[in-house]
Structures are given as structure tokens and as C-alpha cells.
């Protein structure tokens, strides 16, 4: 089983609806939970950044986390057809010397209909 | 993507060919990353460095090496390359653990 687990979609939606989008993991070391965006060809760019459980918002943004499920999620008010994208959760782990990489899910393809 | 920079953007070059992808940074983080992306496995990471020659093995590093001399350049070579090397390379910076990573724009490689 892979450690991070995210539906691929493709998740279509009408514009103004609230997206929710979810990743499960399986290492419960995991500490820093993140949420890229990424359009057509380019590089993913960081959306939300949490390591507690609980929600946390920004702007049309929510990360929720909870930890004894090893469920995240990302919630999208008013969705928007920029919004469309791939989404991509990020899991950290960080223990003993170095950095260790971000575990990404492979992504859900969000698509917003206007 | 500000502060990051990969090349090149595109290669195409033949099975058995050493190829050399560069990240560059001018945000002077200490750590750096090289990522693949490939449909049906996501990203992956390659290897990285968290400090000037300081390198380490990621998931998929088997079939490449990399160098860091400066803070500001880290290089991924593919010693022989192969047609399962074709990918999207992502190179990311981080300026320490648990902060978020900025990413480059991706260098799209073709081995044929």
C-alpha cells in the first residue's frame, strides 16, 4: 500500500459549488500535511501548510486534518473555473539528520464547469 | 517560478546518452530536490541535497547521481539514459524541514 493515497478523478463540478477534496495516509509519523496546486504543464505550488489537526482556512481554502484517521482534506468554497487544476496532498516527515522528502498523493484532477 | 530555475525546459536524447538537468536558486535555501512526475505514479522523489555536497538517496534514485558545489546549483545526471527516464523532472528548494517547498518550473525529457 502505498503511503499516500488520493483519488485521480477527474472530479467535475459546476462553478460555485464547494469542491472537498481527500487523501488518506498510512504512516502516522507523518507531522507537516500540505496541499500543492498544480496546472497543465507547470510546477505544483504550495496552497496550505498544517501539522496540527484541525482546520485551517485561507480565503476560499480550508485544510482539515485528523490525525487519528490519517484522513486530510481540502475544501473549496465558490469554486471558481481558474480553480481547476490537480491537486496534490504532501506529507512530511521529518526525523534524524537531513531533510527527508515530501510523499506526495498522485493527485486529483479537479475540474470547475462555469 | 521566482527564485528557481531549471534547464533546460525541454530535451529530447538518445538510449545510452548521459544527460545533466540543473536546478539554479538565487533564494540561497539550504535544501534542494529532484522529483520526477509520471502518469499513474505521481512525483517521486529522486534525491536530495541538504547542504553543499551534502546528498542523499530518495525512492527512485537508481540510475542517477547528483552534485551540489554552491548552495545555488544542484545538478541531476543520468549516467546512461533510458527510455524509462523519459518524465517531467521537478527540481524544489526548501529552506529547512517542515517549511514548504517552491518548485521549478520542470524540465521535460525524451529518451528515445
Known amino acids: 500500500q502505498k503511503e499516500v493515497e488520493q483519488d485521480p478523478g477527474p472530479l467535475s463540478v459546476p462553478e460555485g459549488a464547494i469542491v472537498s477534496l481527500n487523501c488518506t495516509y498510512s504512516?502516522?509519523?507523518?507531522?507537516?500535511f500540505m496541499w500543492y496546486r498544480q496546472y497543465s504543464r507547470k510546477g505544483p505550488e504550495l496552497l496550505m501548510y498544517t501539522y496540527s489537526s484541525g482546520n485551517k482556512e485561507d480565503g476560499r481554502f480550508t485544510a482539515q486534518v485528523d490525525k487519528s484517521s490519517k484522513y486530510i482534506s481540502l475544501f473549496i468554497r465558490d469554486s471558481q473555473p481558474s480553480d481547476s487544476a490537480t491537486y496534490l496532498c504532501?506529507?512530511?516527515?521529518?526525523?534524524?539528520?537531513?531533510?527527508?522528502?515530501?510523499?506526495f498523493g498522485k493527485g486529483t484532477h479537479l475540474i470547475i464547469q462555469p | 517560478d521566482a527564485g528557481i530555475t531549471q534547464s533546460p525546459r525541454h530535451k529530447v536524447t538518445e538510449t545510452g546518452t548521459p544527460v545533466t538537468l540543473r536546478c539554479h536558486q538565487t533564494e540561497n535555501h539550504r535544501y534542494m530536490y529532484w522529483y520526477r512526475q509520471d502518469p499513474g505514479h505521481g512525483l517521486r522523489l529522486i534525491h536530495y541535497?541538504?547542504?553543499?555536497?551534502?546528498?542523499d538517496k530518495g525512492e527512485v534514485s537508481d540510475g542517477y547521481s547528483v552534485s551540489r558545489s554552491k548552495t545555488e546549483d544542484f545538478l541531476l545526471t543520468l549516467e546512461s539514459a533510458t527510455s524509462s527516464q523519459t518524465s517531467v523532472y521537478f527540481c524544489a528548494i526548501s529552506p529547512g524541514r517542515g517549511y514548504g517547498y517552491t518548485f521549478g518550473s520542470g524540465t521535460r525529457l525524451t529518451v528515445v
Open positions: 504512516n502516522s509519523a507523518f507531522q507537516y
Open positions: 504532501a506529507i512530511l516527515i521529518t526525523s534524524g539528520g537531513g531533510a527527508d522528502g515530501l510523499t
Open positions: 541535497s541538504y547542504g553543499v555536497k551534502d546528498t
